[in-house]
């Protein structure tokens, strides 16, 4: 039944010029980009921006007092700014892009250890002057965003003492501190990017995104294609292994914090978000055409999506366990399927539809 909804719809696009759903053709794509920078993007990088300025605010108070209740805030102003960043992570192109910021924000997947192996080196060192901003934020991007916060506030030996009374966990605490005000630096400059974005969508001249707003549309779109990508294949695919003898659990993401699969979640839903519409604003689906055709694939698009985010909440255990766990392994194979059905449907039965050409993306070659 899917299916022919699907294939009755791409015939009605078929005959229509492509791009042109809902009445955006060309002259509509800086309208779209304009409004999905102010009802989607702008609202996702003003909330990564808060909580990030709440996270270095929680670590300057933390570091001057350590504490067990100091910690856990801390912990908490880090998952907050990590709810910000997967949320705002598929929206690659542009402000994201610039300065390397998606870089430097999270390092992963992490290679050769190099987040461990480079915090290392620079908290034996000590040396003073690499705590100021702008050390920091020329420093290896292994070592001066959310990962190496991650480390640093859930390492096995993380608990009050090992961040104050001697030289060492004073300057592993200054250290925290200072990389949480450059992440804090980083999201508010995304969210100010965002912010000037509307106007030169509108204005239809080259901008961060692209250098046309039909490119900054499929630029756009195809970030969408290379989230899910990295969801199905990195984020579900890549510790799950052939089986449960053979699972790979410290290839997930965010391990130390537990938080591997609230990222997939959050992941999917923003990708929901772009596609479908939020805060009374339109998603690229505006480009489907109205009738009973177009909603039928919105409707396959919403079920789709919500079925793959409710699947990765029923596993039940966190993703580094779940895999490696014959019991628990079945509920993860299962948020695997159901994020491919999504994924197949960004990638492969979208396109056609919207009238978008889909490009390399990032991950081509990998």
């Known amino acids: 039944m899917a299916k022919s909804i699907l294939l009755r719809a791409a015939a009605v696009l078929m005959m229509m010029p492509l791009g042109m759903g809902a009445a955006l053709g060309a002259d509509g794509d800086g309208a779209l980009l304009r409004r999905l920078a102010e009802t989607h993007a702008q609202p996702r990088a003003g909330a990564l921006a808060g909580a990030a300025a709440g996270l270095a605010e929680r670590l300057d108070r933390f570091c001057a007092a350590p504490s067990a209740a100091g910690l ?21 192109p542009g402000p994201a892009a610039m300065f390397m910021r998606a870089e430097r924000m999270a390092f992963w ?40 916060l991650e480390h640093l506030l859930y390492a096995e030996r993380a608990e009050p003492g090992a961040f104050g009374g001697d030289e060492t966990g004073r300057y592993r605490c200054a250290y925290a501190a200072a990389v949480a005000r450059n992440v804090a630096g980083m999201a508010d400059g995304i969210r100010a990017d965002w912010v000037a974005l509307p106007a030169e969508f509108e204005a239809g001249g080259p901008t961060s995104v692209a250098p046309t707003a039909a490119g900054a549309v499929e630029a756009l779109y195809g970030a969408l294609v290379t989230a899910m990508q990295v969801v199905v294949d990195q984020k579900l695919l890549a510790p799950l292994g052939a089986d449960s003898a053979s699972a790979k659990p410290r290839l997930a993401e965010s391990v130390r914090s537990g938080r591997s699969l609230r990222n997939v979640a959050l992941n999917l839903a923003a990708v929901r978000a772009a ?3 939020e805060g009374g604003g339109p998603g690229f689906v505006a480009r489907l055409p109205a009738g009973p055709e177009g909603n039928a ?8 999506f919500d079925r793959a985010i409710a699947a990765a909440g029923k596993v ?10 014959p019991k628990r392994r079945p509920a993860v194979l ?33």
Request: charged share 20%; net charge negative; hydrophobic share 50%.
């Open 297 to 304: 694939v919105r409707a396959r698009i919403a079920e789709a």
């Open 109 to 148: 997947p992490e290679r050769n250890n190099a987040v461990a192996r480079q915090l290392g080196q620079i908290l034996a060192a000590r040396d003073p002057k690499a705590l100021e901003p702008q050390a920091i934020a020329r420093s290896s991007v292994a070592t001066q965003g959310l990962s190496a």
């Open 72 to 92: 856990a805030e801390a912990r908490a102003g880090f998952d907050a700014a990590m709810d910000g960043w997967m949320g705002i992570q598929h929206l690659r």
């Open 316 to 325: 039940g255990a966190p993703l580094d366990q779940a895999v490696a766990d």
């Open 334 to 366: 299962a948020a695997f399927r159901a994020a491919k059905e999504a994924q197949a449907l960004v990638a492969e039965t979208l396109p056609p539809l919207l009238g978008i050409s889909l490009g390399f993306n990032e991950l081509d070659g990998d």
């Open 275 to 277: 596609l479908l519409g």
